[in-house]
């Protein structure tokens, strides 16, 4: 059984302007260690304060104009306005507080502020994601018109309990309940709002929490656990996606990763240590033939060691190899945990295990939607390779490649979507001594 995440909502509720204590009920139980992290990026508070300081606005329009006009008070010393944040973003070089001015042209502001500020957040945003669909929620069309900006002002306050946590962003307001709910929920509803449809469900679906808290209580319970991965046999952006999902301070207790790989898998896992906070022991294992991998061995003769020498009392072992069952079996001291993949696993494996009361899940099971940022260096690099012989490809055909060679699973948009964020915005550099670079930034 699997669940849908909540990322994608809870970062668009904390950029819109959603109380804290309100983003807390809602979200932490879901995402612990995200609001941390928009707490420590100062773009993303730029735009949750100006975001903020619009809905205000919006709702207290003709309160707020009065006081600026009849009684010469400004919006710092206006109750429904944040002041803290006021001059947080004027500590930050942003000018917020006017002079002389109304309502309306605070309005203006504040839409120019959140425009030319907008963009800064989209790596926030994993790239399978639609960027302009997301932008566009934030952004009032040709804001520059009074009559647009009264249009927005007077949807927003007429439906402004179908707008979530009643904060304003830029949709065709229906009743839909909550559409910040769930990341499935919002996405079908943002897509169909374009006029697209968004249909892999692995983007934003997850494992549910009784298998999350078999793993923690595994971990918890054990001396030493370490984690030893059968490379030829696992897919290291599952992998990567398993452990975004888990609670961060929970993993980080297990002793270390071990990964057996061989020169027949992706580069990917050659990145792997660069990702995550565990330390990584990477072995290369060399081949007797093209045809006979000496992986499993390998696998087997490193647990034991691990085992009788090193005092490891846990292994996690990812691998739908059913010879494994073999060395589970004959050491009965130990505990084991198996992470597998469903296309590669067969029945047989699955039956022993949980005739023996181990525990297994899946790695498809995880969500696949915030694994980016290793997706990225993989494919990136893998362009780079390419650099010397770019003028002879075809982008569109050459991203269908990168993905291949990377063996990243990926629809079409989502390879569309890297064509269109970095391989069709390549840009040809010149340094000072007139060598020439291509521009990969």
Known sequence: MRTDT???????????????????????????????ELE????????RYLCKLRTMLMRHFSKTDNF?????????????????????????????????????????????LIGANVEKCRSLFPDWIAWEYIKDLFLIPKYTKEANQK????????????????????????????????????????????????????????????????????????????LVVDCENSDVYKLYGALKSLNQTEIQKIHKIILY???????????????????????????????????????????????????VSSFILLSSDSDYWGLISSLPEAEFLV??????????????????????????DFCSGYIDELKR?????????CLPHILECNGKELAHTLFEQARIEADEKEIMNFYEKYIKTLKLKVDADGNFSIDLS
């Not at 420590?40 to 735009?47: F, G, P, S, T, Y």
């Not at 006009?69 to 500590?91: A, C, M, S």
């Not at 022991?281 to 490193?302: N, Q, W, Y």
């Not at 992470?339 to 498809?364: P, Q, R, T, V, W």
Request: aromatic share 14%; glycine share 4%; net charge negative.
């Open 40 to 47: 420590e990026n100062q773009d993303a508070k730029i735009l």
């Open 261 to 311: 790989d061989d020169d027949h898998t992706t580069n990917g896992w050659d990145y792997l240590d660069k990702f995550v906070s565990i330390p990584v022991e990477h072995i290369e294992v060399e081949r007797v033939t093209d045809r006979k991998s000496l992986v499993d061995i390998r696998v087997t003769a490193g647990i034991c060691r691990e085992f009788y020498r090193d005092d």
């Open 151 to 226: 249009y927005e002002f007077e949807k927003y306050m007429e439906h402004i309990d179908w707008y979530p946590y009643q904060m304003y962003l830029h949709w065709k307001p229906k009743d839909l309940g909550n559409i910040l709910y769930t990341d499935g929920k919002f996405l079908e509803m943002l897509y169909e709002m374009n006029g697209d449809y968004f249909g892999d469900s692995s983007k934003y679906k997850g494992v549910v929490n009784d298998v999350k808290d078999n793993i923690y209580d595994f971990i918890e319970k054990s001396y030493k656990t370490v």
């Open 377 to 385: 260096a993989v494919l990136i690099n893998e362009l780079r390779n």
């Open 339 to 364: 992470m597998i993949e469903y296309a590669k696993c067969g029945n047989a494996i699955k039956d022993a295990l949980e005739e023996h009361g181990i525990f297994y899940c899946s790695l498809d």
């Open 68 to 112: 600026l006009r009849y009684d010469l008070i400004n919006i710092d010393r206006i109750e429904w306005f944040d002041t803290e944040n006021i001059r947080q973003l004027e500590r930050w070089g942003f000018q917020i507080i006017l002079t002389n001015k109304r309502a309306s042209d605070y309005s203006l502001h504040f839409n120019q």
């Open 6 to 36: 909540k990322t994608i909502v809870a970062t668009i509720a904390y950029l819109i302007g959603v109380r804290k204590n309100q983003w807390i009920l809602s979200y932490m139980d879901n995402c612990p260690d995200l609001l941390k």
